[in-house]
């Protein structure tokens, strides 16, 4: 059973940075098969994809148009985990931000099949 | 960016109602359409992937159909543990990931 454990803190001063890790269980961060994103979520925003890593004999990032000026993802290895870095934090994202795995369920189709817990960032001074 | 729509955006229903909630993408996404249920301070779990395919461990009160840009979520019979939001999400173009807005399915 895959299980995805986030920690990270849930206050971060207005311009300071965000790091927020997702240890991984169960599966391999290095999988040839799945793919790992961030996603927040708001009531001003709904669902929102922030950015995703995964390894194809090589790795591989892409980050959402919204906030690619300013995300990291990063792979590690080591640890069997991902992390977040989010810079130049504002109060427009405080939101609740899950990892979760992807992967390619029957007839070809890839879904969110594990998510971590969730953290609640509060960006306030 | 594909956009995905939710209806109704809120619904009220009773034990054993049969529901449907229905979602939109503005354009064809094929059967690249999974369905989530998330209950208050908890993520979202996978229902349905591949429009209409229920996820181990699913109950099959829940069942879906749909394909191109028209799809729908039925409930049949719904218990107490359903009352949640559902969403709708897209992996047809990807990236980005897009989601539905949501429906809050409410007890009456």
């Known amino acids: 059973q895959v299980q995805l454990q986030q920690s990270g803190p849930g206050l971060v001063k207005p311009s300071q940075t965000l790091s927020l890790t997702c240890a991984i269980s169960?599966?391999?961060?290095?999988?040839?098969?799945?793919?790992w994103y961030w996603i927040r979520q708001s009531p001003s925003r709904g669902l929102e994809w922030l950015g995703r890593t995964y390894y194809r004999s090589k790795w591989y990032n892409d980050y959402a148009v919204s906030v690619k000026s300013r995300i990291t993802i990063n792979p590690d290895t080591s640890k069997n985990q991902l992390s977040l870095q989010l810079n130049s934090m504002t109060p427009e994202d405080t939101a609740v931000y899950y990892c979760a795995r992807v992967e390619t369920l029957g007839r070809g189709v890839a879904a969110f099949d594990f998510w971590g817990q969730g953290t609640m960032v509060t960006v306030s001074s | 960016d594909i956009q995905m729509t939710q209806s109704p955006s809120s619904l009220s229903a009773s034990v054993g109602d049969r529901v449907t909630i229905t979602c939109r993408a503005s354009q064809s996404v094929g059967i690249f359409l999974n369905w989530y249920q998330q209950k208050p301070g908890k993520a979202p779990k996978l229902l349905i992937y591949a429009a209409s395919s229920l996820q181990n461990g699913v109950p099959s009160r829940f069942t879906a159909s749909g394909s191109g840009t028209d799809f729908t979520l039925t409930i049949i019979s719904l218990q107490p543990e359903d009352f949640a939001t559902y969403y709708c999400?897209?992996?047809?173009?990807?990236?980005?990931?897009?989601f539905g807005q949501g429906t809050r399915l409410e007890i009456k």
């Open positions: 999400q897209q992996t047809y173009s990807t990236p980005p990931v897009t």
């Open positions: 169960g599966d391999s961060v290095s999988s040839n098969s799945a793919a």
